[in-house]
């Protein structure tokens, strides 16, 4: 069973330019998620879709950051415009709700490491 | 709100030494724990997954344990090796949501 993809793996810009992540689950599962990992610390969820719907928003810096999942399958999270302290490792999560939304394990990615000067 | 907190933040042993790391939480009211591992400049790999009703679980030289009424899990590593040096995190299921520690950075001296 293939993993979660995530591209690129990594991406230098400077600050104030725009950048995208993208990220491709494993096959069937229906919820996704977002994580930033600052250097140092565990990652903070950033949002959560289930199939093409935003389940849990609440910690995405919206006035910058957004994210869609359009189809339900594939995920791109952009950030506009970038600062410096958006320097991370972007991890992308996806599991399987078999009983529902909750208790589910998640599977991650390699994650995507922005640098921004 | 859930926090994670991980003791030491850092560790150094000796290898062949066994060594126990810990993970404490505030709301006891989670599905599971799990504990990860990282190297650097890579992502998460799931060591063991524990869920509320369990007390612990094995997996080779590794042993998590859970007392969800204090809020507390350990991992074990018996037999440490150059190989186990990472990060290992550990992560709380609420709901939808995991909450992770800031993680215990390990390293094992040949």
């Known amino acids: 069973e293939a993993g979660v993809a995530q591209s690129p793996r990594y991406k230098i810009i400077e600050k104030r330019q725009s950048v995208a992540f993208w990220c491709n689950p494993i096959s069937g599962h229906a919820t996704l998620y977002w994580y930033q990992q600052i250097l140092g610390q565990g990652p903070k969820l950033l949002i959560q879709f289930q199939n093409n719907g935003v389940v849990d928003d609440s910690q995405l810096p919206k006035d910058r950051f957004s994210a869609e999942r359009l189809k339900g399958v594939d995920s791109t999270l952009k950030i506009q415009p970038a600062k410096l302290e958006d320097s991370a490792v972007y991890l992308c999560?996806?599991?399987?709700?078999?009983?529902?939304?909750?208790?589910?394990?998640?599977?991650f990615g390699p994650g995507t490491r922005l640098t921004v000067l | 709100k859930q926090e994670v907190t991980q003791i030491p933040a850092a560790l150094s042993v000796p290898e062949g030494e066994n060594l126990v790391l810990n993970c404490s939480f505030t709301?006891?009211?989670?599905?599971?724990l799990q504990w990860f591992r990282q190297d650097p400049g890579k992502g998460l790999t799931s060591l063991l997954l524990i869920q509320s009703s369990q007390r612990e679980q094995t997996s080779g030289r590794l042993n998590a344990s859970l007392d969800k009424s204090s809020g507390r899990s350990t991992l074990y590593i018996a037999a440490s090796q150059p190989g186990d040096s990472a990060t290992y995190l550990c992560?709380?299921?609420?709901?939808?949501?995991?909450?992770f520690g800031e993680g215990t950075q390990l390293t094992v001296n040949p």
């Open positions: 709301d006891s009211a989670i599905y599971n």
């Open positions: 992560a709380v299921l609420r709901g939808s949501r995991l909450t």
């Open positions: 999560a996806s599991s399987s709700p078999r009983g529902g939304l909750t208790g589910n394990e998640q599977f």
